[in-house]
């Protein structure tokens, strides 16, 4: 409150949320500091099961009719976005020379959910581990990036809540991600509907990784000259 009332913003609104503040600063806690390996079982616990926990109350307060309503405007930028994003990736990575594997790990990481996409999509498109690692950090990486910067870009450059919703629904990567950007949206500038927009974008966005996995196992198998085949179980 001090600091607020020094540059004359006292009684309103924070100008920086608390979530990035807390992420930055656990980040550099955890680097600076050897944290005694008694705390690592609760802080793995927050960071799974609580995290998740976080994301399902989110959710929870949206209703049926948002979710109709607002799902059914986001699907078409969802799927644009997810179709130039896993063919601009894989391009661009070829051009850069990375392997057609990590292409594929970074691009779907990037176009639908982040870590869990990378993961998904790892076995059926044979992977190596490296590959896999390399993917997570990067997508980790910008997604940490935009989770910090974006919900202040969205408000200076976008008119809408509807428009910041969905472009922080599309632009982040992972779920939690895209939950703490429009958190951090809503407590530094009020708004409710932008973290309903971006929740319900980033929520339909995930569903498409049902459909990217096959698609990535097909195209990897026919580039490679052998088409896969469907085996059932007995």
Same mark, same amino acid.
Request: proline share 3%; net charge positive; with cysteine.
């Given at each position: 409150q001090v600091l607020l009332a020094s540059q004359g913003l006292a009684g309103g609104a924070s100008p920086i949320s608390g979530i990035p503040v807390a992420i930055v600063a656990g980040m550099a806690i955890n680097n600076a500091v050897a944290l005694p390996q008694a705390l690592r079982s609760g802080l793995t616990f927050c960071t799974t099961t609580v995290l998740r926990a976080g994301i399902v109350c989110v959710g929870a307060k949206l209703s049926v009719v948002d979710m109709i309503a607002l799902g059914a405007v986001g699907i078409p930028p969802v799927v644009v976005s997810i179709t130039v994003g896993l063919t601009f990736t894989?391009?661009?990575?070829?051009?850069?020379?990375? +392997?057609?594997?990590?292409?594929?790990?970074? $691009? $779907?990481?990037? +176009?639908?959910c982040g870590v869990t996409a990378i993961t998904a999509v790892a076995p059926v498109i044979k992977a190596d581990k490296q590959a896999v690692a390399f993917a997570a950090a990067n997508v980790v990486a910008f997604g940490t990036l935009g989770m910090l910067t974006y919900p202040y870009l $969205?408000?200076?450059?976008?008119?809408?809540?509807?428009?910041v919703g969905v472009f922080l629904g599309l632009a982040v990567h992972d779920t939690s991600q895209v939950i703490g950007a429009a958190l951090t949206y809503k407590e530094v500038f009020g708004d409710e509907l932008a973290l309903k927009v971006a929740a319900i974008t980033k929520l339909t966005r995930n569903m498409f990784l049902a459909a990217v996995i096959p698609a990535m196992a097909y195209l990897h198998a026919s580039e490679g000259g052998s088409p896969p085949r469907l085996t059932w179980a007995s």
């Open positions: 894989r391009w661009l990575g070829r051009r850069m020379g990375l +392997s057609s594997h990590m292409s594929s790990l970074i $691009a $779907a990481g990037t +176009s639908i $969205a408000h200076h450059c976008l008119p809408s809540s509807e428009q």
